[in-house]
């Protein structure tokens, strides 16, 4: 019979070691642990390990020096195949560190070798109440700011939403640190970030076993598309009856989309009070005209104060070829080259494309270049942002012109990124 396994993510300092340990002295199965910590000593190991019983410490397994999700994918699936076979124990929680991205975690328990003796129960992912209201939610302080803003880094706060986005159990923790309202308005808008997740409220990691333990099977691909982003760019997708979202396995642009219970201690959001009541909402913005790189650019240094998220693909004159994921974390963008748009292809290779996707949408001179972005934010002025996104779009005499000689920020190479802070953001002001 296969091992369940919950994945426990969250940003560094937001509770998660503390939530493990309580779980460990208070659940009645066997549990082994898998801890990733990103240094040369793990720390998040040691606290575990020293508040168990176990004699030896066998069953937690310390993966050092690199990220479960990437550098040591291969480490990882070793890592929980011999403990299944070393060892007898009802469950396995795997500790993500702090920058680790939860979905490439998950596929590795639904598609790699882990898969065989595991089953993906959950993905929990841990948020700091405090800081979370403060980086995001907060309508009047200066947001903090996060990442180094370096090419070819992504800042903490995307990962920080990428958490977020991507689980189907949210545990808002240190809620002693906020008042009823900023509760309120942090899970106002993480009901709109992910609105399949289910949302626990606790403080000191204080929850009942059967909440992280008592799940039903993990569905990764519900999961990955039920991101409230992805959410908005469906419906506006499916109102122009074309999609755009994802990435085949060649990195062409594909564009075919995809009850609660009492758990004691925990407070479960009863999703009584719906996101816009908090003035938080989600917006679509679709066009079929390149962004000039210059007058984006300058848009991304300032974006509106309460825009928390936005996210999807853009077409910036100069780059015909990339299709480049825009991702907005509170006051930090992204731009990385994601895929390729199917119209930069040989004809051979569009015509092979576009049979597998009849009902895509094709202009005759452009193809399937487009922009289209989802955007959460609280008490945003859509219409002076829709206003401001049309004016970097290029007018029809810059359509007709020479795109090379524009300055360029956006990135070329697959995968390479780079990130534009602005000096707004939520709760930011441009003074």
């Not at 999807?312 to 990339?322: F, N």
């Amino acid at each position: 019979m296969a091992v369940p396994v919950t994945i426990l993510c969250g940003e560094l300092g937001a509770g998660k070691t503390t939530l493990l340990s309580r779980l460990l002295e208070t659940a009645d199965s066997e549990i082994a642990v898998l801890v990733n910590d990103v240094g040369e000593v793990n720390v998040d190991a040691d606290l575990v390990e020293a508040r168990t019983d176990l004699e030896t410490g066998d069953e937690v397994v310390a993966l050092e020096n690199g990220c479960i999700c990437c550098s040591l994918g291969g480490e990882l699936s070793r890592a929980v195949i011999r403990l299944w076979k070393e060892h007898e124990f009802d469950h396995l929680v795997v500790e993500a560190s702090g920058v680790g991205e939860p979905e490439p975690i998950a596929r590795q328990f639904v598609r790699g070798p882990a898969g065989g003796p595991y089953d993906l129960e959950a993905v929990v992912t841990v948020v700091d109440a405090r800081r979370f209201h403060d980086r995001f939610a907060d309508g009047d302080d200066v947001p903090v700011q996060q990442g180094v803003g370096e090419e070819g880094t992504r800042p903490l706060s995307d990962l920080v939403l990428e958490q977020v986005e991507f689980c189907d159990l949210l545990v808002v923790n240190k809620c002693d640190l906020v008042d009823d309202e900023e509760r309120e308005r942090v899970l106002a808008l993480l009901e709109a970030l992910q609105p399949r997740a289910e949302i626990m409220t606790t403080e000191y990691g204080d929850l009942e076993p059967d909440v992280l333990l008592g799940s039903e099977r993990f569905e990764l691909e519900t999961v990955r598309d039920s991101a409230g982003w992805k959410r908005q760019i469906e419906a506006d997708a499916a109102a122009s009856e074309h999609d755009h979202d994802d990435y085949d396995e060649e990195h062409a642009h594909d564009h075919d989309t995809e009850g609660e219970h009492d758990h004691g201690d925990g407070d479960i959001h009863d999703h009584a009070h719906p996101p816009e009541r908090y003035g938080i909402e989600v917006e679509g913005y679709h066009r079929r005209r390149p962004f000039h790189p210059e007058r984006f650019a300058e848009l991304l240094r300032s974006l509106p104060d309460g825009l928390v998220r936005a996210k999807g693909l853009t077409w910036i004159a100069g780059r015909e070829d990339q299709a480049i994921t825009m991702s907005t974390a509170g006051s930090e963008t992204t731009l990385e080259v994601t895929g390729r748009w199917i119209a930069s292809f040989s004809e051979q290779r569009q015509e092979t494309y576009r049979q597998g996707q009849p009902d895509l949408a094709w202009d005759d001179e452009h193809g399937d270049r487009e922009i289209r972005l989802a955007l959460i934010g609280r008490s945003v002025n859509w219409d002076a942002l829709e206003s401001r996104l049309d004016d970097c779009l290029l007018t029809d005499a810059e359509m007709d012109g020479d795109w090379t000689g524009y300055e360029n920020p956006a990135p070329t190479a697959m995968g390479e990124t780079v990130t534009v802070s602005s000096a707004n953001g939520p709760g930011g002001s441009s003074r």
